[in-house]
Structures are given as C-alpha cells and as structure tokens.
C-alpha cells in the first residue's frame, strides 16, 4: 500500500513537473534567465519546440499504464540530454541539479505503475 501512495505521488509530481517544462519552455522568451540558459547550453531556437514536445509527450505517456515504462524512459532520456548539454557547456552545478530529477523516473520504474485496474 506504502509503495502505490509513494509510486503515485512521484507520478503526479513527475507529470506536473513534465508539463510545466513544457509550458516554460514554449513561452522561454518571458523570462531572460531562461533565453540565457538556453543559449549558454548550445540549443537553438529551431529546437525548443521539439523540447516542449517531448516534455509534452513525456507527461502523457506517465498517465497511461501500458507506456508508462516508455514515459519514465523518454524523461530519463531528456534529463541525460540536458546533463550533458550542461556539461560540455560548463555547467557542473546545472548537471548536479539534475541528479534527483534522473533519480525519480528511474524509481518509478523499479516502482512500477500506481493504479492497477482489474
């Protein structure tokens, strides 16, 4: 019981979390400290849509039980992405941040999906 409260908590974190990158990341000109971040980690502008759409299809994926193993995958797979865009730019302290953003889709793997419907 413990584990599918925890499970799902991580899940409504993680799916909040998805599609609030998203939103910020399709309205990045609002805010200066994000245009900065951007630039300093290589991504062009021609690329954030597709950032924002894999955050989108990230949050989606997490709330369906047969692609929530692929939601996790894919959201481990965009925090990688940025660590290392944050590394080869520099920016050891933007990879550390990372870290327990890595950790959480792969817990919610070995957690597995909160909801069983039989």
Do not use: C, Q
């Not at 709330?63 to 520099?90: C, E, H, Q, S, Y």
């Not at 941040?97 to 039989?118: A, G, Q, S, T």
């Amino acid at each position: 019981m413990m584990k599918n409260i925890v499970s799902a908590v991580l899940l409504l974190i993680s799916v909040i979390l998805s599609f609030k990158h998203a939103w910020d990341t399709l309205h990045y000109k609002n805010n200066p400290e994000s245009v900065k971040m951007m630039e300093s980690l290589g991504i062009s502008e021609t690329f954030i849509p597709y950032l924002a759409g894999g955050a989108i299809v990230v949050g989606v994926l997490l709330l369906i039980p047969g692609t929530f193993f692929l939601g996790n995958l894919l959201n481990a797979i965009l925090i990688v992405m940025i660590m290392g865009l944050a590394l080869r730019a520099g920016n050891y302290r933007m990879a550390m941040i990372e870290i327990p953003f890595l950790i959480m889709p792969l817990v919610m793997i070995w957690l597995k999906y909160p909801f069983k419907f039989k």
